[in-house]
């Protein structure tokens, strides 16, 4: 069995536990090989917007393992929230990168305010998501074509996942 892999989206300004909670769940996802053994189900690779060190909300460094434009195919992407992707020069380079990548991803997923960069690619039109409540009105005022489910804490609509937060 091959691992499927794992794209975690960060930026200058990500929310640091939203790229180490996905990755952390999805490497403790294993089988066992009946050796004593363990199969990996999953790889995880960080992506920034390039492959330069990005800063998190709380001053931590993350170093990429890949850019956007290296990333390999993805089984599912995940896109951090923070303040950072409500910037012009991270969610817009992010965005057209997940609608060139929607269609060959088995499934797409948002953290808090990572919906910032997924909402304006259209591909969640007409679907029921989920965000931070102090985010909401917000996010229905600008994009009035999503269903925003503010008192949902995860939202699975087709092959996109939304979280009002990490927990």
Known sequence: MRPKEIGVIGFDGVIGSHL????????????EDGFGGRIPCYTVRTIGLTRQAFVAESGMVFHPQESIMT??????IIVAGGS??????????????????AYETRRIGSICTGIYALAPTGLLDGR???SHWRCASHLQQRYPTLGVAHKRRLVKDGPFYTAAGLS
């Open 71 to 76: 990333a390999p195919p993805l089984d599912t």
């Open 84 to 101: 950072g992707v409500r910037r012009p020069n991270i969610s817009e380079p992010l965005s057209e990168w997940l609608l060139s990548r």
């Open 20 to 31: 180490t909670g996905p990755a952390d769940a999805f490497s403790a996802a294993v089988l």
């Open 128 to 130: 029921e998501v989920a």
